[in-house]
């Protein structure tokens, strides 16, 4: 049944609306490699997929400060050159947003990537004409963190009533975020995460496929 009380919906992008899965895990392994470290482990480089990557470099990795900005540096190097297109869009993501789009609501990106690459990515895509505000990271790393880019979006968009919101994303960063801004947040199965992490983060509700979000919202 769809959800009426939700005017404004605000997704997560790698993970909810594309597979970046092999764009982000080869330009980690190739940034890691720059560090003199290497990684073939995939499961290992999924972990990078959605997370802030500064805190991903320390934490996964043992990097300091300065050594997870050279990684980012390095990372970024191999992202522009191919990695921003190695990613496909998930089944179902385009009729949704169009559902969306034609239903009135409201629909805001929010991403731990630097807009200016998320930008790019929804062009590329045909997306871009769904989104009233694409928001994401800033490249010099103020604007980082999934709850700094929540309230940056949900500024920008002059949104008050955050009942009136959902969070849609597939990682307990974007669970964990819309929390703490007291908005609700569904978690979806068919990117990164698990039911398990969702449940502990505190999703208002979880699903399966895309199909499965129109109906619900």
């Known amino acids: 049944m769809v959800n009426k009380e939700y005017a404004h919906i605000l997704l997560d992008l790698d993970g909810t609306i594309i597979d970046s899965g092999v764009g982000v895990t080869k330009s980690v392994q ?3 490699a720059c560090c003199g470290i290497k990684e073939t482990d995939r499961a290992r480089l999924n972990r990078f997929v959605g997370p802030p990557l500064k805190d ?4 996964f990795y043992g990097l300091t400060e300065e050594q997870a900005e050279v ?9 522009v050159a191919k990695g921003i297109n190695e990613n496909r869009v998930y089944n179902g ?13 409201k629909l805001y990106l929010c991403t731990s990537k630097p807009e200016i690459f998320a930008e790019k990515i929804l062009e590329d895509l045909g997306l871009t004409r769904y989104f009233d505000f694409i928001g994401g990271a800033s490249l010099d ?13 949900l500024n920008r968009a002059g949104i008050t009533d955050r009942r009136s919101c959902v ?30 992490e969702f449940e502990t983060a505190g999703a208002t509700f979880i699903v399966e496929t895309a199909a499965e979000l129109t109906e619900r919202i």
Do not use: Q
């Open 30 to 32: 190739y940034a890691l």
């Open 56 to 59: 991903s470099f320390m934490d």
């Open 93 to 105: 993501i385009p009729e949704a947003l169009k559902a969306w789009h034609e239903a009135g609501k």
């Open 71 to 79: 990684a980012i540096e390095k990372y970024r190097e191999r992202y």
């Open 167 to 196: 969070m849609i994303g597939d990682r307990k960063f974007d669970i964990l975020a819309a929390g703490e801004m007291g908005i609700d947040s569904v978690g979806v199965l068919y990117g990164y995460g698990c039911r398990e």
């Open 141 to 153: 790393g103020v604007r980082n963190r999934k709850e700094e880019v929540m309230t940056y979006v």
